[in-house]
């Protein structure tokens, strides 16, 4: 009878440190949902972002063309010249539209993660 009750303590002992790891887990859980939360918000300014640069990038684009179909004489190094600084922005500009689409790939590629996980 002694040996049951020992045992039955044993047991009893045991599912209070499982009820403690799991309020520990649950807590942990609620944490990484919320920074999930956050991180969902920071990739839908990102996305949004990420389209109003392209949009500006489109209107440069057809602001530099135009201002380029005006000019008709291409033997000027002044059109050359400005010509050559506009690609060398346009360049610029994509560049760095690609890398914030870089960085929303990667936030979507965690948030993705945690939510697979």
Do not use: G, Y
């Given at each position: 009878m002694e040996n049951l009750v020992q045992n039955l303590d044993e047991i009893l002992a045991g599912i209070?440190?499982?009820r403690e790891a799991y309020i520990i887990l649950e807590e942990?859980?609620?944490?990484i949902e919320v920074h999930l939360s956050d991180?969902?918000?920071?990739?839908?300014?990102y996305k949004q972002e990420n389209i109003k640069l392209k949009k500006e990038l489109g209107e440069r684009i057809k602001g530099d063309n135009k201002t380029m179909l005006v000019k008709t004489d291409s033997s000027s190094p002044d059109i050359s010249t400005s010509g050559d600084v506009a690609d060398?922005?346009?360049q610029q500009i994509k560049l760095q539209l690609d890398e914030f689409i870089e960085e929303i790939d990667q936030c979507i590629q965690?948030?993705?993660a945690k939510d697979n996980a």
């Open positions: 209070n440190k499982l942990e859980k609620n944490k991180l969902k918000v920071e990739a839908d300014q060398a922005k346009n965690i948030i993705q």
